[in-house]
């Protein structure tokens, strides 16, 4: 899934930071032309002899609306079909795909444009991909199909004109091609995250609101919400026929598509959803909707500020800078951008528009894609424009306005504002451009109130967002390091006070952008999500921790004075699941395959088939008795790991026999860091976390005379692999 990291107030100085930081003006990120002075040109290509058969009677309506568009001028409708058969003596379109002769025939085509339309225009090709073709491209065994191609005319590998297609019915066509001639002032976010902790969403959400529009965001699919709507964004899961929620709830499929009678641009957040023949796109037009952006291919999402998510905080920028963009013109500029803050990625580009493949690994790979995937099907001149005065969809109580350094002299930058008792989640937005040369080295601290909440610092600018927790990443652009934070405060009524500390490195700056949002408490509702995301500490609003109570007997181990909890019949989460603390699709099944294992010289007993730990079911707290054994003890060793970067131990109580009890924490630690200490790393099945660490914790017990006959958790972020009591 695409994740477009954008927050609305960044929009205010990024222009001048890539003026700053590359060199170039703001009127350069077209790729190479002035984007400020775009030139309006839209030149139609067609195949006029398939669209004649296509069309029938409706042929010469369908040219009327291509004249209309092209402002009367016959030279702005090329036939490219005639061209190339005179030139070849054969047909230029294709007849199935995937298609060996694809690329080469759309290589030819763009040469053959590059001759005919100014460099900054507007290319519209007039049919599907069989009769004008599309790009089939390959890389490192993941094929897929672009028209994004089509906007270098200059073969450089830098896209300097925007590219849309129309597809469709005759009346189809003529629709996108005549477009759409008023909004009003309803919009919808279909959103698989928290909208207020989710740097794409939450950027789309605020800038829709400053905008005008009423914002509807929902979680969970309504029907009503979509047919009365001029947008409609997604950020979620998609293939072709569906986009859906991360539960695999679907927001709509091609075949219950309800009736779209305003005319919306739909902005597609999910993967594959436009391959050749798409059924989801072709619904979409048939029920009503002008436009559609989005991707034919794998989008590498959930990571902040990092491809699509880089990308899209650039098409955000430039929508914001130049508001009479066409959403063809914004792509365009913002793959530009993209490739400009690449080295060495235009010429990848270039090799792989002439041949369809480039031999890439790594990053390179995804960054290829990211730029070719996206496209766009549609009105040309779609435009996301202001319907109404600027309306509030969180209260910002902090907002910087000005670029503000911390460095080794002034290491910290601080505020305060004020939380009511009837706020919702407050959260901290940190956009820092930190220089290239320290992406290793420099540390941010957040501290609210005087205590550290998070740590902050590039080594995790993969982390994948967590629901309901935090949400970190960056990218290089140029000669410095954006960093881009999302960190939700825990819920204070009062004064409030905030510190970003420099800790490590020479220096950061912090950009406009950065300040806090409180969002309404009534967002859960607003929000309509089945499982409501949560905030460590406290009940989600739809679903609670789950508790879980077992009985665990003790077995002798190969050690004495060792005695192991059996769990078996108390764990609750299989050996291949792979919702794994906070969902980051990683499994068990990279952990022990032996019964009997041992960790700082103590024997513990584990399970590596079937159900193996104990954890909570949604994520949230782990909250569980285990019972049915008396023994004495001196320690109570654990093998656990936290997960959803816990910021507060995990809260355990023993119980005696004689009734009373001693209360007892175990220090949690993201698994996916590996931090020390560390009792078992193992290599995670998910390349964006290499590991799943295990650590080992310890429990002295103060009154060992005492037998304990049950132990339980009340609260912590957390898993349990296995028990050992130490007698």
């Known amino acids: 899934m695409i994740r477009i990291p954008f927050l609305i107030d960044w929009l205010k100085t990024s222009l001048l930071l890539t003026s700053v930081s590359l060199g170039t003006s703001a009127g350069q990120l077209g790729g190479g032309s002035d984007i400020s002075a775009i030139d309006k040109e839209i030149v139609i290509v067609a195949n006029k002899a398939d669209l004649a058969r296509y069309s029938g009677e409706a042929f010469e309506r369908v040219l009327d609306a291509c004249s209309a568009l092209a402002q009367g001028k016959d030279n702005r409708i090329l036939d490219a079909a ?27 085509l763009r040469d053959w444009l590059s001759d005919r339309i100014h460099q900054g225009g507007t290319i519209v090709l007039l049919g599907d991909e069989k009769s004008l073709p599309i790009w089939q491209l390959n890389l490192e065994g993941m094929q897929f199909t672009t028209d994004s191609l089509y906007g270098d005319l200059d073969g450089d590998g830098v896209p300097e004109t925007s590219v849309c297609r129309i597809v ?88 219950s598509m309800p009736a779209l009678p305003r005319s919306p641009i739909v902005f597609v957040d999910g993967c594959g959803t436009l391959p050749v023949g798409s059924p989801l796109l072709n619904y979409f037009l048939k029920r009503g909707a002008l436009g559609y952006l989005g991707s034919t291919a794998t989008v590498q999402g959930m990571i902040p500020a990092r491809f699509t998510n880089e990308l899209v905080e650039h098409f955000l920028r430039i929508m914001k800078d130049q508001p009479n963009f066409t959403l063809p013109q914004i792509l365009v500029g913002a793959r530009a951008a993209y490739v400009r803050g690449h080295s060495g990625l235009a010429e990848k580009l270039r090799q792989l528009a002439l041949t369809g493949t480039v031999d ?63 706020d919702g989640q407050a959260v901290l937005a940190v956009c820092a451009d930190i220089p290239l040369s320290d992406r290793a080295d420099f540390k941010l601290s957040v501290r609210q109130n005087h205590e550290v909440i998070a740590n902050l610092d590039s080594q995790h600018d993969t982390r994948y967002q967590n629901i309901g927790r935090d949400c970190r990443g960056g990218y290089a652009y140029g000669d410095v390091y954006r960093a881009r934070f999302l960190i939700p405060f825990d819920h204070h009524v009062g004064k409030q006070d905030l510190e970003v500390r420099l800790d490590e490195g020479s220096s950061a700056h912090l950009m406009p952008g950065t300040g806090v949002d409180i969002w309404p408490a009534h967002f859960e509702k607003m929000i309509g999500l089945k499982h409501a995301p949560n905030r460590e500490g406290m009940t989600p609003a739809k679903e609670k921790p789950v508790e879980a109570v077992g009985v665990a007997r003790l077995h002798p181990t190969d050690i004495p004075g060792f005695l192991s909890l059996d769990l078996s019949s108390f764990f609750n989460r299989p050996h291949d699941s792979v919702e794994v603390g906070g969902g980051d699709n990683a499994s068990f099944k990279t952990w022990f395959t032996e019964d009997a294992v041992s960790a700082d010289g103590v024997p513990f007993r584990v399970v590596g088939t079937g159900n193996d730990v104990l954890v909570s079911a949604n994520n949230t707290q782990n909250i569980f008795e285990m019972k049915g054994f ?52 193992f290599e995670n099945t998910r390349s964006q976390f290499r590991h799943a660490a295990i650590v080992h914790r310890v429990v002295r017990v103060e009154h060992p005379d005492k037998e304990i006959v049950r132990i339980s958790s009340s609260s912590g972020m957390y898993g349990v692999v296995a028990v050992t009591i130490e007698e």
């Open 82 to 108: 005639d061209a190339y058969n005179k030139q070849f003596g054969k047909p230029l379109r294709i007849d199935s795909y995937p298609s060996e002769e694809a690329t080469k025939r759309a290589h030819w």
């Open 168 to 255: 469709g019915p005759p009346e189809i066509m003529i629709r996108q091609l005549l477009g759409k001639s008023g909004y009003n002032s309803r919009a919808i976010i279909l959103c698989s995250e928290d909208t207020r902790i989710h740097l794409e969403t939450r950027a789309f959400a605020k800038h829709l609101a400053q905008l005008g529009y009423d914002v509807s965001i929902r979680g969970a699919r309504e029907d009503e919400a979509l047919t009365s709507s001029d947008f409609i964004i997604h950020f979620g899961h998609g293939d072709p026929s569906v986009i859906s929620n991360r539960f695999g709830e679907a927001f709509v499929t091609a075949l």
């Open 360 to 422: 890439v690994q790594g990053d390179e790979v995804i960054d290829m894609l990211t730029v070719a995937e996206w496209v766009y099907y549609g009105d040309p001149r779609a435009v996301l424009p202001r319907v109404a005065e600027p309306k509030e969809m969180c209260r910002e109580v902090v907002r910087l306005t000005e670029s503000t350094q911390v460095d080794q002299m002034n290491r910290s930058w601080q505020c305060s504002f004020t939380s009511k008792m009837d």
């Open 630 to 681: 008396e023994t004495r003890a001196h320690r109570v060793h654990f093998l656990l790991w936290g997960y959803n970067i816990p910021r507060r131990p995990a809260a355990l109580t023993i119980h005696f026999k004689d009734g009373s009890s001693q209360a007892c924490s175990l220090p949690l630690s993201e698994w996916t860091d590996a931090k020390p200490p560390i009792a078992f790393d």
